[in-house]
Structure formats: structure tokens, C-alpha cells
């Protein structure tokens, strides 16, 4: 079956450091989503990836799909506190609407 | 407003004591998924409706059922909690996907029940 690795699993970061996590699919994915879950919260949506070699941004957040579709990353730059928290990626293969999460990776920010 | 509500937040029962945790969305939207996650890992999907067809996971337990009444509610049953399924238990919602290259829609998630097995 379809899978989804992410790393790393944890990340300290100094507030103002960059922080980026990594998603990677053993098939090509239809399009992969990013979630947020913050500490005792649920997954928030953060965006969706669908075209090869995409590439979005979102205020300090750098969003970018890879070029064969099995891969994609998360960038943050210049953390602040309120980054904290666990970044899921997400995907689905080809006609699946089901999502195969990551195991995500848990940024911690030291102010 | 709330999208997806889930009652109760916090849910305690008794080893064996069978549970129903709820569901409801207001967005109309035709697909329900019930997702386990145990501490720091990942959701993990026990199924889904979609509209009123159930799509059970292969690995998801016997103890585990659930009943999609309408559209707007979805339950999950544990008829037999064991020490192992306290865990939080996260509903989520999405529309009808349009296949192919074509965006999925995204997955809404409601705020969980965290259940506790005693």
C-alpha cells in the first residue's frame, strides 16, 4: 500500500531559525495537503499541492511539491513561537480520496 | 462556526463498557472519515462513508463499527473499549472528490474525543 515518510520526527529550533520538514511517497501522488495540529488541538488544513513542481507560499511558509510527485517539503522561515506545534503531510494517489498521512514531524521553538 | 462538532470532548469508560462518540457536520458534504491517533503519532483512518456507502480499513478492528443516519451525523461504536483504544478519536468531512489531476477537496477535521479507558 501507499507510504507516506516524513522526517525529521522532532526539530528544535532558536525562535528567528528556519525550520523545514520533508514528505516522501513510496507511489506518485493526485496531490498532497499539509495540516497543522498544535499541542491537545486537532489537524487544521494548511494548503494542498496538486501540480508537479509546484511551488506555494503562505507568509513565512514555503509549500513546494516535487517534480515527479513523490515528494514534497515545508519551509518556515524565521520561526516564532507561534509555529509550534506538529506538521502532517498528507497525500492520495491517482481517483482516492483517502489520505495517507506522514507521522509527522513536531517543531519545538525555543524563544 | 463550527463545521464539525464532536461530542463528547472527553469521553471516560470502563474496560468493556461499549461507547458511542458523535459526529455532525454542517457542510453538507459527502464524505465522513473516523480517524484513530494515539499520542505523538499520526491519524490513523478506521473508515469512512462515503454518502451512505461504508469503507471499512483493513486493519481496523472488529470492536470498531459505525452508522452514517443522514447526512449530517456519523457515530463510532467501540463495543468492547480495551486499555488499548484510549486514544483520541478525530472525525473529519470533505465533498465528493473529483478525480484524477483534479483538486481533492479538502479534509475538515472536527475537535476530537478524547477517549479514556479505565
Known amino acids: 500500500g501507499q507510504q507516506v515518510m516524513q522526517i525529521p520526527q522532532y526539530q528544535h529550533v532558536q525562535e528567528g531559525e528556519d525550520f523545514t520538514t520533508y514528505c516522501n511517497s513510496s507511489?506518485?501522488?493526485?496531490?498532497i495537503q499539509w495540516y497543522k495540529q498544535r499541542p491537545g488541538g486537532h489537524p487544521v488544513f494548511l494548503i494542498q499541492?496538486?501540480?508537479?513542481?509546484e511551488v506555494k507560499k503562505q507568509k513565512r511558509l514555503t509549500f513546494q511539491f516535487g517534480e515527479a510527485k513523490k515528494n514534497s517539503s515545508l519551509h518556515i522561515t524565521a520561526t516564532q513561537t507561534t509555529d509550534v506545534g506538529t506538521y502532517f503531510c498528507?497525500?492520495?494517489?491517482?481517483?482516492?480520496?483517502?489520505?495517507?498521512f506522514g507521522k509527522g514531524t513536531k517543531l519545538s521553538v525555543i524563544p | 462556526d463550527a463545521m464539525v462538532i464532536q461530542n463528547p470532548r472527553y469521553q471516560v469508560t470502563q474496560f468493556g463498557k461499549p461507547v458511542t462518540l458523535s459526529c455532525s457536520q454542517t457542510?453538507?458534504?459527502?464524505?465522513m472519515y473516523w480517524y484513530q491517533q494515539k499520542s505523538s503519532q499520526a491519524p490513523k483512518l478506521l473508515f469512512h462513508?462515503?454518502?451512505?456507502?461504508?469503507?471499512n480499513e483493513a486493519d481496523t478492528p472488529d470492536n470498531f463499527q459505525s452508522r452514517r443516519p443522514n447526512t449530517s451525523f456519523c457515530f463510532l461504536d467501540i463495543r468492547s473499549p480495551g486499555l488499548g483504544d484510549a486514544a483520541m478519536y478525530l472525525c473529519?468531512?470533505?465533498?465528493?472528490?473529483?478525480?484524477?489531476?483534479?483538486?481533492?477537496?479538502?479534509?475538515?477535521f472536527g475537535p476530537g474525543t478524547r477517549l479514556l479507558v479505565l
Open positions: 507511489t506518485t501522488l493526485s496531490n
Open positions: 499541492l496538486v501540480k508537479s513542481g
Open positions: 498528507a497525500g492520495s494517489g491517482a481517483g482516492s480520496y483517502q489520505l495517507t
Open positions: 473529519a468531512t470533505s465533498r465528493e472528490l473529483i478525480t484524477g489531476d483534479r483538486a481533492q477537496e479538502t479534509q475538515y
Open positions: 462513508y462515503y454518502d451512505k456507502d461504508f469503507n
Open positions: 457542510l453538507n458534504h459527502n464524505v
